[in-house]
């Protein structure tokens, strides 16, 4: 499976993971959070598919979604095998950052 977060890749609703306060007091941790929550979820559906190896689940994520393999392997949720980031993190590119660096990078460390 690859999910997408809300609000993205066309799905419905907000994606409640990003609005976690502005570049200068962005809250890293609650759209962590907010994000593995939607994870969770969609390992709870593939757990029951009948064709889904649901003990052999890997978590693999780029950029916000590295950030979210992360926090989401720390629920322990039942069937996760491990997770690998790809420069996991969030924010960067706005007016007053330019692309590439973290918004509150000292929080997001």
């Known amino acids: 499976m690859v999910p997408m977060r809300r ?3 066309g799905s419905d609703g907000a994606s409640i993971a990003d609005d976690s306060g502005s ?3 962005a809250n890293h941790s609650k759209s962590a959070e907010e ?3 939607d994870v969770a979820a969609v390992i709870k559906y593939i757990k029951g598919l009948s064709y889904a190896n649901s003990n052999k689940i890997l978590l693999v994520g780029v950029s ?3 950030l979210t393999a ?3 392997a720390s629920l322990n949720v039942d069937g996760v095998q491990g997770a690998i980031n790809f420069a996991g993190g969030r924010g960067g590119k706005n ?5 590439g660096f973290a918004c509150n990078e000292p929080n997001l460390i």
């Open 70 to 72: 992360l926090a989401t």
């Open 7 to 9: 609000g993205y890749a």
């Open 35 to 37: 994000a593995s929550i």
């Open 23 to 25: 570049c200068d007091n």
């Open 64 to 66: 916000t979604g590295g």
């Open 95 to 99: 007016a007053k950052n330019i692309s």
